[in-house]
């Protein structure tokens, strides 16, 4: 990680309780790595950034990508590191379950007032999350990951970094025009999935349904078991995006009421609606 983190400090409590967190805001050159990831090209040419230290650092990593770091309700970003090699609004410290993830390396001494403010309150932060380990392990690629990946195959000639990732029947489509691949999944972006690679859901829209993430999908696909037209690919469906394997529409229908406000659906953790432990999730 650099000396700065990136942007203004969001609108938490991590920024203001029980210290006052005032930076100073500077203008730096917008790295070239941001330009390669999705939205970058249209990045101006600085960017906003505030010092968290003054250790002379001006290059590093972070400590995740943001890609689906926020899609399950036990981590969170608390800000943005400034990186030279990832991309914008890469993590530069986070919290997931009962850990927080520090992408600084200078001692107090060598912070600004405002990092030590804030490195001071991300310990009474995360404080409050004692008994809450991370929900989820790394089991998928996010999303965007399909995106952002698919150019690469310009760069990467290994023939199994494009088996990994892509079905055979789009790397012979898609031949030649990683642009084309990487267009194809940003217009279908609600319906992709990873099974030995990334996919497109094309069930799901003749069901009347253009997400698989919303808990709309979850709570429509229930409802469908009870139709003859639509009841083998919404039990195809739930399959797919749950871990249960109810053998009839009354246990889903029991399930989904017995766990509504504590389902999420996360890419990472494997493009599943998963139940928080009760008691985890703040009451609604």
Known sequence: ?????QGEPPHKAVFSTPFK???????WD?????????????????????RVQDSGMTYGSVVSFSYGFEDSPDAEILTPGFNTGKESGAIGVGRQGNFLQWGFSAPPSKMTEAGRCFFLNCICYIRQFEGKPPLIRIRAGDRLDAVRLAPLLNLIRDPRFASSLFPADLLTKYKGDADGLAKYYQERIERVYSDSGFRVDDDLPAMGLQSNRKIETLERLVELLDDP??????????????EQS????????????????RIYF????GFKFLVAPQGYLPAR
């Open 1 to 5: 990680m650099s000396d700065a983190a």
């Open 21 to 27: 967190v005032q930076p100073s805001y500077e203008l």
């Open 30 to 50: 917008t790295p070239p790595s941001y330009r390669g990831y999705p939205g970058g090209k249209d990045l101006p040419a600085k960017t906003k950034v505030w």
């Open 229 to 242: 037209r639509h009841a083998p690919a919404a039990r195809n469906a739930l399959g797919r995006y749950t």
């Open 246 to 261: 109810f053998p009839t529409a009354r246990q889903w229908r029991e399930w989904l009421d017995n766990n509504r406000g």
């Open 266 to 269: 996360t890419d990472v953790g």
